[in-house]
C-alpha cells in the first residue's frame, strides 16, 4: 500500500502535520520514535497558544489525542525512520523495525536533539552527573556544587532552574560575553550561588563511578583548570534529526534542511519539511506547528498536481 503522505516525527511538527493531512482525507502516516517533542521534559510550558500553563506531558497527550481523532491518520510509534529512498511512486521510508513503507509526498518533522560538548568523560557521566535536562534533573543537585555549560538562553535558564537546589552554580562559556537574555543575566547575577566563566574550553569531565570534576581551557592566560563538580549540565543548543535524508534535500551547514519558509518545499519536489529540522530561526512549539500546517497544505497542493497530471495524461 502506498500512503498519500508520511510524516516523519511526532512533535508539535509532526503532530500538525498530521492533524492536518488527515482533515484533508490523505492517507496519512506517522512515524515518530515518541510523542510531544522536545519540550516533553518541560514542567511548565507557558507560551502554548490558548493554553496559559501546561506540562510538556500535557501537550504531548494533546498532541497525539489530536491525530488519533482522524481514522485517515495511522500511527506508527515508537519507530524511528532511519533512510529515505526515491521510488517511481514517491519515497520509501525503511525504519529501525525493519518496515518499510511507501508515500507519493513525505514532510519531515523529527526536530533536533541536544548537542554534546563531544568530551573525553561525557558519554561514560551521562545521567551519572551529566545532563541535558535541567527541568528534569535539577533537584537531583540539592545542596551540590554544579557547572552549567552554555552562556545563551537554554544555559541561563538551567541556571534559573538551579539556584533553589544547586550549593554553588558555575555558568561557563567559550565566548566572550554570554549571548542569552540580557534580563535574564541580570536576574541570575544577582545570585552570590552564581559565578561565571567566559572564554574556557571544556576539556574533559572527570570522576569515578560518578562526576567529580571538570577540566577546562582557560582561553584567557592558555592555563588548564579544574573545577570540583558533582554535576554538568551540557546546555549548547541542539543537532538536527535530518541524517536520514541528507543525500536527497539540501542541508546548510548545521544539517538542518532548506526550506522555502511560504511552502516548507525543500529541495526534492513531494519532500517538505517542517519545525526545528529546517532552517527556521525560531524554534518553538507553536512555530513548528504553524510551519508544519503550510507544509502539509503545501504537499496536499503538490499531491492534486500529481492527480491533475495523472488524469491529463489518460484522457
Ligand atoms: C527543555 C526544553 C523546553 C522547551 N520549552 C519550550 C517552551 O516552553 N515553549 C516553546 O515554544 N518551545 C519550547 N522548547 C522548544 C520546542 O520544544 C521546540 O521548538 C519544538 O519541540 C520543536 O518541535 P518539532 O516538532 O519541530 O521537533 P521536536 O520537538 O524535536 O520533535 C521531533 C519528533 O520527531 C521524533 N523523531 C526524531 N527523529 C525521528 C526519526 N528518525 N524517526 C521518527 N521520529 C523521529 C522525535 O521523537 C520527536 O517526536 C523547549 C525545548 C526544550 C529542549
Redesign the pocket.
Known amino acids: 500500500m502506498i500512503y498519500d503522505i508520511i510524516i516523519?516525527?511526532?512533535?508539535?511538527?509532526?503532530a500538525a502535520a498530521g492533524v492536518y493531512s488527515a482533515r484533508k482525507k490523505l492517507k496519512t502516516l506517522v512515524?515518530?520514535?515518541?510523542?510531544?517533542?522536545?519540550?516533553l521534559?518541560?514542567d511548565s510550558?507557558?507560551?502554548w497558544i490558548g493554553v496559559k500553563k501546561m506540562t510538556g506531558l500535557e501537550l504531548a497527550k494533546m498532541l497525539e489525542g489530536h491525530i488519533r481523532a482522524y481514522e485517515d491518520a495511522e500511527i506508527k510509534m515508537p519507530?524511528?525512520?532511519?533512510l529515505v529512498k526515491e521510488i517511481s511512486s514517491g519515497w520509501e521510508i525503511s525504519t529501525d523495525k525493519n518496515n518499510i513503507y511507501q508515500s507519493k509526498a513525505l514532510i519531515v518533522?523529527?526536530?533536533?536533539r541536544r548537542r554534546h560538548l563531544n568530551v573525553l568523560g561525557e558519554d561514560k557521566f551521562e545521567g551519572k552527573g551529566v545532563s541535558y535536562?535541567s527541568?528534569c534533573d535539577a533537584p537531583v543537585f540539592k545542596n551540590k556544587p554544579v557547572a552549567v555549560i552554555g552562556g545563551g538562553d537554554a544555559g541561563l535558564e538551567a541556571v534559573i532552574n538551579l539556584v533553589p537546589y544547586a550549593s554553588k552554580i558555575y555558568l561557563i562559556s567559550n565566548k566572550e560575553l554570554l549571548t542569552g537574555d540580557v534580563s535574564t543575566q541580570e536576574e541570575i547575577k544577582k545570585s552570590d550561588k552564581v559565578s561565571v566563566i567566559m572564554n574556557a574550553d571544556i576539556q574533559e569531565i572527570l570522576g569515578d563511578k560518578f562526576v567529580s570534576g571538570l577540566k577546562y581551557l582557560d582561553k584567557n592566560d592558555n592555563q588548564i583548570k579544574e573545577l570540583k563538580i558533582e554535576g554538568i549540565f551540557v546546555e549548547i543548543g541542539s543537532v538536527p534529526?535530518s541524517e536520514?535524508v541528507k543525500d536527497l534535500v539540501g542541508t546548510n551547514q548545521k544539517g538542518e534542511i532548506v526550506i522555502d519558509h511560504k511552502t516548507g518545499a525543500t529541495s526534492r519536489p513531494g519532500i517538505f519539511a517542517?519545525?526545528?529540522?529546517t532552517d527556521e530561526i525560531y524554534?518553538?512549539?507553536?512555530i513548528?506547528a504553524g510551519d508544519a500546517v503550510a507544509a502539509a497544505l503545501s504537499a496536499y497542493n503538490y499531491l492534486l498536481n500529481i492527480k491533475k497530471n495523472e488524469n491529463k495524461n489518460s484522457n
Not at 512515524?31 to 519540550?39: E, H, R, T, V
Not at 517542517?274 to 529540522?277: K, N, P, S
Open positions: 516523519i516525527g511526532g512533535g508539535p511538527a509532526g512515524i515518530a520514535d515518541s510523542f510531544g517533542g522536545q519540550s521534559v518541560s510550558i507557558e507560551n519507530e524511528k525512520a532511519v518533522a523529527s526536530g533536533g535536562c527541568t534529526n536520514f517542517a519545525g526545528d529540522v524554534k518553538q512549539n507553536n513548528s
